[in-house]
T-cell receptor
């Protein structure tokens, strides 16, 4: 099992460009999450999903959109990137609420 | 007040020392509690879940005090490889399925 994988690992964007980050898990987990981690801020929840076809906003959703068309995939989109979105993005999944979360290796995004 | 608060450290300790971290949380309805370990530029990984009765895993002991709303992590006989950031994680109250992360406590074990 690969666990949770994220694509790409690194990306540099110019302000105004768009991109999609892909998170995939092979553990048949229902719940999936997108976080961003900035120095001194800890992990902050962007969006999450409690099952295929569902999404919900987290703590910092502005500027991001998500989709969960298939149970194993959770996509995070940036429609018009801004320098404030420079961060490390982590995806996580869990089999049921309040259980251990499993994290992907992260995507390091720089917006110039 | 932050929902989950940790001392950011760094805690610099010699090999073999015992070190303890505390974490306080604000939501008395929180259901689950965890300690995660995060190495530099890597993803967080579960160190241990924290139960009301306290639990131990080798050199690591975790405790939960619901009345005072804090959890603790004790590391005995510190190793160089224990150097990392330790994240306290608390789940939100039922129905929102969210996990709240502390900003982490940095530990550096010195030779």
């Amino acid at each position: 099992n690969a666990g949770v994988t994220q694509t790409p690992k690194f990306r540099v964007l110019k302000t105004g460009q768009s991109m999609t980050l892909l998170c995939a898990q092979d553990m048949n987990h229902e719940y999936m999450y997108w976080y961003r981690q900035d120095p001194g801020m800890g992990l902050r929840l962007i969006h999450y999903s409690v099952g295929e076809g569902t999404t919900a906003k987290g703590e910092v959703p502005d500027g991001y959109n998500v989709s969960r068309l298939k149970k194993q995939n959770f996509l995070l989109g940036l429609e018009s990137a801004a320098p404030s979105q420079t961060s490390v993005y982590f995806c996580a999944s869990t089999v049921r609420p309040y259980n251990e979360q499993f994290f992907g290796p992260g995507t390091r995004l720089t917006v110039l | 007040r932050k929902e989950v608060e940790q001392d950011p450290g760094p805690f610099n300790v010699p090999e073999g020392a015992t070190v303890a971290f505390n974490c306080t949380y604000s939501n008395s309805a929180s259901q689950s509690f965890f300690w995660y370990r995060q190495d530099c530029r890597k993803e967080p990984k579960l160190l241990m879940s924290v139960y009301s009765s306290g639990n131990e895993d080798g050199r690591f002991t975790a405790q939960l005090n619901r009345a005072s709303q804090y959890i603790s992590l004790l590391i005995r006989d510190s190793k160089l490889s224990d150097s990392a950031t330790y994240l306290c994680v608390v789940t939100s109250d039922s129905g929102t399925y969210k996990y709240i992360f502390g900003t982490g406590t940095r530990l550096k074990v010195l030779a």
